[in-house]
């Protein structure tokens, strides 16, 4: 209880995290994180597919639908849908694949999301987690727990990269790369 996601006449989709102090709004552009107000840290992330497919042959995503169910999310785009949910564990998310994305050349099938956010990223446990610091260096979120299978529940290899257009830029996404 007090996990169910709150949709207004407009159409937008909020829900509050009371274990882990923080709020999500969830829009056709994307996923916006901020702490409640009072904490100790001044932040917020957006998060959103961007693209899927494999090297050479990755596909943008564009024009979501999005549906509610208690305490579920799900952005139900044309090959994908992508799925949150909002419990005591914090915010789950995962992207479920009814087909492949194009033809398997070389390379890992990669789900590519832009992300965007006033905090320092750590790419640690061996690619399968991301920690997010503030300025005082106080983790703030933990993007993590990266798990893979296919249709028949095999699990698969999975890591995750960060995404940075310079040497020393900020991050500008997060590549998850799944060898299927």
Same mark, same amino acid.
């Given at each position: 209880?007090?996990?169910?996601?709150?949709?207004?006449?407009?159409?937008?989709?909020?829900?509050?995290?009371?274990?882990?102090?923080?709020?999500?709004?969830?829009?056709?552009?994307?996923?916006?994180?901020?702490?409640?107000?009072?904490?100790?840290?001044?932040?917020? =992330?957006?998060? #959103? *597919?961007?693209?899927? !497919?494999?090297?050479?042959?990755?596909?943008?995503?564009? +024009?979501?639908?999005?549906?509610?169910?208690?305490?579920?999310?799900?952005?139900?785009?044309?090959?994908?849908?992508?799925?949150?949910?909002?419990?005591?564990?914090?915010?789950?998310?995962?992207?479920?694949?009814?087909?492949?994305?194009?033809?398997?050349?070389?390379?890992?099938?990669?789900?590519?999301?832009?992300?965007?956010?006033? =905090?320092?990223? #750590? *790419?640690?446990?061996? !690619?399968?987690?991301?920690?997010?610091?503030?300025?005082? +260096?106080?983790?703030?979120?933990?993007?993590?727990?990266?798990?893979?299978?296919?249709?028949?529940?095999?699990?698969?290899?999975?890591?995750?990269?960060?995404?940075?257009?310079?040497?020393?830029?900020?991050?500008?996404?997060?590549?998850?790369?799944?060898?299927?």
């Amino acid at each position: 209880a007090g996990y169910e996601i709150v949709s207004d006449k407009k159409g937008a989709h909020s829900a509050g995290n009371k274990a882990h102090r923080f709020q999500t709004s969830f829009t056709t552009d994307g996923v916006l994180i901020t702490p409640f107000t009072g904490t100790t840290s001044d932040w917020d =992330l957006t998060m #959103a *597919l961007d693209e899927v !497919g494999y090297e050479g042959d990755l596909k943008k995503v564009t +024009g979501p639908k999005i549906v509610t169910y208690k305490n579920r999310v799900e952005y139900q785009w044309d090959s994908v849908t992508e799925w949150y949910v909002n419990d005591d564990r914090g915010l789950e998310q995962g992207f479920t694949l009814a087909v492949p994305p194009g033809k398997k050349r070389n390379g890992e099938l990669t789900v590519k999301l832009s992300v965007s956010a006033p =905090l320092a990223a #750590a *790419l640690n446990k061996g !690619g399968r987690d991301v920690t997010f610091r503030d300025k005082a +260096g106080r983790t703030v979120f933990r993007y993590g727990g990266l798990k893979a299978w296919d249709a028949n529940g095999r699990v698969l290899l999975a890591r995750m990269a960060l995404n940075r257009p310079g040497k020393d830029s900020a991050l500008s996404g997060i590549s998850i790369l799944v060898d299927d």
